[in-house]
């Protein structure tokens, strides 16, 4: 499919930002459609391609849509409400970008284009410990977050000609950076105030690096035939961690990081589970960025950046 125009509906964006990029250099003619509602100009290295087209709209503009659609080969919807407190304090902003936009991308492609879609793995809601999930666990949202997503991904599935990614939770340096993502969040705390206070700190999840999520949007395009109409969970096997395990990940690369707990707080957003990405890896797919890697590269980055608006929530 090299060569292929691929609209990515919110591409400027945290995932987008890297993506957008990721497809570029595969040979990709790239269009990005996003409202910039953050301000963010982080495409615009991208201007020089002549592969590189952006629209400046929102994905509930329905006529825009479906002429963006009409264009291209390959359609990736990022565009979305994320996070629990973003989501809670407009639900119904959330149920149409979440849910109705995924309604009319539907009524408006055609059958041979393909969807790659990014729900999330926090449908599993709270998994039993003693076992990983799976494709086939029941799926559990718990948030309004989570259940529009799902809602989505089941639209997708039981329309055919889709792909859909249960990413874990996202991690690393974008572009459009985001502070309010577990690991970015911790290992800001280890950088700029040496300390954190935990509750629930044994609430588990998995993890994956943002540019990891890019390549598997590459990786499911490659290989688009022998893994079309499926799930995929994606993230690091080796990183189902509970807050505290991975607080003291972060400890090892900030020996002075003071990690305390409380018996008092409350996590809007209860996922607790550990997760299997076996399905996804014996497709070939394997993630690049480990943990380790992705901590290193926060606190370079941190050095960097001025801080207050990097934020989802």
């Not at 639900?91 to 995924?102: C, G, M, Q, Y």
């Not at 793995?121 to 559990?140: A, M, Q």
């Not at 035939?225 to 096997?237: A, C, F, M, T």
């Not at 957003?269 to 076996?278: A, C, F, G, L």
Request: with cysteine; hydrophobic share 40%.
């Amino acid at each position: 499919m090299a060569g292929a125009k691929v609209l990515v509906l919110g591409g400027a964006g945290y995932i987008g930002s890297i993506l957008t990029p990721t497809l570029l250099a595969e040979g990709f003619q790239v269009t990005v459609l996003d409202q910039l509602i953050f301000r963010q100009v982080t495409l615009l290295d991208q201007c020089i391609s002549a592969n590189f087209r952006f629209v400046r709209g929102d994905v509930l503009d329905r006529s825009l849509v479906a002429a963006e659609v009409a264009r291209h080969d390959i359609i990736i919807p990022l565009a979305a409400m994320v996070g629990s407190s973003a989501c809670d304090r407009s639900p119904e902003l959330t149920r149409a970008v979440n849910l109705e936009s995924i309604q009319h991308l539907l009524s408006v492609r055609s059958r041979d284009q393909p969807i790659i879609f990014p729900t999330t793995n926090s449908g599993y809601g709270v998994g039993s410990l003693s076992k990983e999930c799976t494709e086939e666990t029941p799926l559990n949202p718990i948030s309004l977050y989570g259940t529009t997503k799902v809602q989505a991904e089941n639209l997708l599935l039981d329309a055919g000609d889709a792909i859909t990614l249960r990413l874990a939770t996202a991690f690393g340096l974008s572009p459009r950076m985001r502070l309010d993502l577990l690991v970015n969040d911790f290992t800001y705390q280890a950088f700029r105030q040496r300390y954190i206070v935990l509750f629930e700190e044994n609430f588990r999840r998995n993890f994956i690096h943002v540019r990891d999520i890019a390549y598997t949007f590459q990786h499911c395009i490659q290989n688009w035939h022998r893994l079309k109409d499926e799930p995929y969970n994606v993230g690091l096997s080796q990183a189902n961690l509970t807050k505290k395990e991975l607080a003291y990940k972060i400890k090892e690369h900030v020996p002075e990081f003071e990690i305390f707990f409380s018996p008092m707080g409350e996590d809007m957003d209860k996922r607790d589970y550990m997760v299997s990405n076996q399905k996804l890896e014996s497709t070939g797919w394997a993630p690049r960025i480990d943990l380790d890697a992705g901590i290193t590269e926060l606190l370079k980055g941190y050095r960097m950046m001025y801080f207050g608006h990097y934020s989802n929530a």
